[in-house]
């Protein structure tokens, strides 16, 4: 069955920066293209940033954008979020998802899974 696992939250200074990891399972990871998502506190899922399947293509949210670099490996059938120049903000639940990824992302509305699946996330906190 579809399964993702994040990894590599915690707490860290405002400025500081951190790497989350992604690892898949029962997919066919390479056809699909990828996502980054979180949920702030008192907000509802919102995406972050995208990559296309072979990983030539990759869009981010304002907030993030020339802050934060998704990356991904096929071989490996993980994705990557390097987060550089954390600020209070960025505090959320991250979550990872197989998901439509275009110059449109992210899709106005809600946060879109394509398996309809959602792995239990890892937290980020930005302390001041």
């Known amino acids: 069955q579809v399964q993702v696992v994040e990894s590599g939250g915690g707490l860290v200074q405002a400025g500081g920066s951190l790497r989350l990891s992604c690892t898949a399972s029962?997919?066919?990871?390479?056809?699909?293209?990828m996502g980054w998502f979180r949920q702030r506190p008192g907000k509802e899922r919102e995406g972050v940033s995208c990559i296309t399947m072979s990983g030539g293509n990759t869009y981010y949210s304002n907030s993030v954008k020339d802050r934060f670099t998704i990356s991904r490996d096929n071989a490996k059938n993980t994705l990557y979020l390097q987060m550089n120049n954390l600020k209070l903000e960025d505090t959320a639940m991250y979550y990872c998802a197989a998901t439509p990824c275009s110059g449109a992302f992210p899709n106005p509305g809600a946060a879109y899974s394509i398996f309809g699946y959602w792995g239990q996330g890892t937290q980020v906190t930005v302390s001041s």
């Open positions: 029962g997919f066919a990871f390479d056809d699909y293209s």
